[in-house]
């Protein structure tokens, strides 16, 4: 069910509780100063009453010093309600930041296996910066317009209390009817200017990695065409949203002119010349917060939108849920115990049992989507089966500590990826503290170490973004050397020979025969040269093996 807006406004601010400090100092500077931004006005009227009327001329002098000192005053309270609230906006966004990577890492990698990856970047990034909108420019002016409003109707009450009223009515439609008026009419348009910006965000992400396809292929024209006629779409809602604005600033102006008109009769009737024009200046001199309210109407509608987006993140629920306080185990041998599983509603495994002794090889092959991946990925738990058990030393995954699991088991998938950094750095991730040496054994055993010594700067060579400076060859072996350096005791192999030539096969098969002394694997291959290698072969196919 979709949030409200106002649901939306309470769990943001609710975030806020840990610098209220801050907000209330923006709140006290940012009243203080419409306060005196609205005393120069009023007493610029006191000003002249003093040069219309002799018997109002005394004190004149100090009058004008107090204009001059609201001038100044207005513009250093001005700048310390902005800092406090931009140091309560760039904290917050840093802290939404934390918890948006937290709760993806947490979801990873079931849920975000078929997620858009453009869509989420641009949720990550340009949803959450909007947010600074509501942090910076939404808390404090809606209850520096309410506490401002109450003052302004006070001061009109002072001079009779149906001058009050008409203020208070005033301040309720420009701060208040008006905003919920726009924001209704807006409609979802927020959301769907947000959502189409995303899948325009990942389409020309996807046109980019793929430029070289989209050019050998002549498609470049009809990519093109497609971005353009997403551009448009998302220009006329964005334009839409401005018309709206434009059409929402100039009834407010209207709203404001009028009530300006309306104290000044109500006013002249009720009061003496000075009290009118004391009672009149207050008023038109008073609409600055409430109109910083009504320009917000339609922009909170953007902002409601990215923080439903980025409440969504941290709200889902991982499918898989990390396992702690549980006993180590130690590694001796897996199984599949007549396990079934289905993706999207798609039967992938069904009844699947297998055995993977301590110390042996098992091979498994069938044709693509047969659910040999999916197999591997389940002995990782990245996935919960809907039926049957993955066990490990005789223990349910279940009922395994998620890091000790992760420990027990090297898995290399069929495409490697690799950050932009360095050779070094990017097989590190899989031991922190790995030394060369460490490094050197595991590169021999991918088949890899001679190629990175024969670059220039060996291991410390930058791979580029996704490593595009390597083949596909070479990022396999990097992936490979990468399980080899993790050093654990079960290896899950998928395609690991797929993007090499037979040269490069033959030594890292030699490498994982020679070296499987402590190891257990289960290696996924489609060629038969590579599961020449196993104790045993098992053959999967519409998810079930044989």
């Known amino acids: 069910m979709k949030a409200g807006g106002f649901q939306v406004m309470v ?49 004149l002098e100090f009058f004008l010093i107090l204009v001059f000192v609201f001038a100044l005053l207005r513009g250093i309270l001005r700048y310390a ?36 990856r453009g869509n989420l970047i641009s949720l990550i990034t340009s949803d959450i910066e909007l947010l600074e909108v509501f942090y910076a420019h939404t808390i ?58 995303g899948e325009l965000a990942s389409y020309v992400l996807d046109s980019l990695r793929g430029l070289s396809e989209v050019l050998q292929y002549g498609q470049g024209a009809a990519r093109l065409a497609t971005i353009q006629r997403r551009t448009a779409t998302l220009s006329a809602c964005e334009r839409r949203m401005k018309i709206r604005g434009g059409l929402n600033q100039a009834v407010n102006s209207t709203v404001i002119l ?64 990390d396992i702690h306080g549980r006993e180590a185990v130690p590694f001796h041998g897996a199984a599949a115990e007549a396990v079934s599983f289905a993706y999207s509603g798609e039967d992938i495994l069904q009844d699947l049992s297998l055995e993977v002794p301590e110390g042996e090889i098992i091979g498994i092959s ?38 000790h699991l992760r420990s027990l088991e090297s898995y290399m998938t069929q495409e490697t990826h690799l950050f932009r950094d360095s050779i070094r750095n990017n097989l590190c991730i899989a031991k922190l503290d790995a030394s060369q040496e460490e490094l050197e054994s595991a590169c021999r055993q991918a088949a890899i170490h001679d190629f990175i010594q024969s670059l220039p700067q060996g291991y410390d060579t930058e791979v580029g973004e996704l490593g595009d400076t390597l083949s596909g060859g070479e990022r396999q072996r990097l992936g490979l050397a990468r ?12 395609e690991p020979t797929s993007n090499l030539d037979s040269l490069n096969e033959a030594l890292i098969l030699k490498s994982l025969h020679t070296g499987r002394r402590g190891k257990t694997v289960l290696l996924v291959s489609h060629r038969q040269s590579t599961l020449g290698i196993c104790d045993r072969s098992y053959s999967l196919e519409h998810g079930r093996m044989s």
């Open 81 to 116: 309600e902005q800092t406090a609230n931009h140091y309560i906006a760039f904290k917050l966004l840093a802290l939404l930041r934390d918890r948006v990577f937290a709760a993806l890492r947490r979801l990873s990698p079931a849920k975000l296996e078929g997620r858009d």
């Open 11 to 59: 769990r943001l601010m609710g975030l806020v509780r840990p610098l209220t400090g801050y907000m209330l100092l923006a709140i006290v500077m940012g009243l203080l100063g419409h306060l005196c931004a609205s005393g120069i006005t009023v007493v610029g009227g006191r000003i002249l009453l003093a040069v219309l009327y002799p018997d109002w001329s005394s004190g």
């Open 483 to 494: 399980a080899f350096l993790h050093n654990a005791p079960f290896l899950l192999l998928d």
């Open 258 to 321: 009028a009530f300006d008109f309306a104290m000044l009769l109500l006013a002249s009737s009720l009061c003496d010349f000075p009290g009118a024009l004391i009672a009149t200046l207050t008023l038109m001199s008073s609409f600055g917060p409430a109109l910083a309210l009504a320009d917000l109407g339609s922009t909170l509608q953007r902002t409601f939108a990215a923080a439903r987006r980025v409440l969504d993140i941290l709200d889902e629920e991982p499918v898989v849920t």
């Open 366 to 403: 069938g044709r693509s989507g047969s659910g040999k991946s999916t197999l591997l990925k389940l002995f990782m738990r990245f996935w919960q089966v809907q039926k049957g058990r993955i066990l490990i030393s005789g223990r349910s995954v279940e009922d395994i500590n998620t890091d």
């Open 140 to 197: 404090s002016p809606i209850a520096i317009a309410v506490l401002f409003g109450l003052v302004v109707v006070f001061v009109c009450a002072s001079c009779h209390v149906l001058l009050g009223l008409l203020a208070a009515l005033a301040h309720l439609m420009v701060g208040a009817l008006i905003p919920i008026v726009t924001s209704r009419l807006s409609g979802d348009d927020g959301l769907h200017l947000r959502r189409q910006s």
